[in-house]
Structure formats: C-alpha cells, structure tokens
C-alpha cells in the first residue's frame, strides 16, 4: 500500500505540472492527453468528441465559461454506453467557475474507454464553452 500512495502521489505531481505547461501554452496536450472544447447541452447532451487513446482515463473539466453569466454553471459529464445509449457520468453534475481547471481537479467521468463518444450538459442553461481534457 506504501508503494501505492506514492505512485499515486508522483502521479497527482506530474499531473500538476502538465497543467501548468497546459496553461502556458494552449491547445498542448497534458502528459500525452487530448483536450476538446465543446458546446454543452441543457440536461442533456450538446456537442460530442471521442475519448482519444491517451495516458488520460479520465474525462477532466479544464476549462468552462458560463455564456449566460460570469459565475458559472453545473456540469455533467455523458458518454454512450456499450449499447449506444446516453448515460450520465456517476459525478453527476458539478459546479464549476469560469476559468481554468487543474487536472484531476474536476473529474466529470472516471476511466472512459477509448473511442467512447462524450458530451457535457450544464444543469442551468445549456450553450456553454467547455474544454474536456481526456
Ligand atoms: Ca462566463
Ligand atoms: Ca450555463
């Protein structure tokens, strides 16, 4: 278990430092991720991308801007499910502010596979600008 904690930790300290690389330079993929901007939906699914073939397993909220104000929004993430059917991501919908997020800060779906299709609802009006790094 020691081991464990401290691959995880060296992980959460390598993660940090991509994201501060992904800030200084936009549009750079983090430790081998892929970052999508997309629309969001309302309760429902808006724009769609595919989880890339990444070191990233997750589906990570990097960036959001509440178009209908400057606070922010909930977000939730969606994928398809094997039988092609929208499915809500376990976190359900999380509040995020306008702005840039760490990695692993905000987690909207955990270990997605690769190929899936993804979305991202807002919970109080839809038409936001999301970057899902993946
Ligand atoms: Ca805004
Ligand atoms: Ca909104």
């Known amino acids: 278990m020691r081991f464990a904690n401290k691959a ?6 390598a993660g940090i430092a991509a994201a501060t690389l992904l800030t200084a330079a936009p549009g750079a993929s983090a430790a081998g991720c892929a970052t999508s901007g997309l629309w969001t939906g309302y309760l ?5 991308a595919y989880k890339a073939n990444s070191g990233c397993r997750d589906l990570n909220l ?11 929004d909930d977000y939730a993430g969606f994928y398809r499910d094997a039988y092609g059917y929208w499915t809500i991501g376990s976190r ?23 190929g899936r299709e ?8 839809g038409g936001d600008w999301v970057e899902i790094t993946h």
């Open 8 to 13: 995880l930790s060296t992980l959460a300290a």
């Open 44 to 48: 429902s699914p808006g724009q769609t």
């Open 62 to 72: 990097t960036y959001s801007d509440d178009k209908s104000g400057a606070n922010g």
């Open 92 to 114: 359900g919908y999380v509040y995020a502010g306008d702005g840039y997020h760490g990695l692993d800060e905000i987690v909207l779906v955990s270990n997605l596979s690769n």
């Open 118 to 125: 993804f979305s991202v609802a807002s919970k109080w009006d």
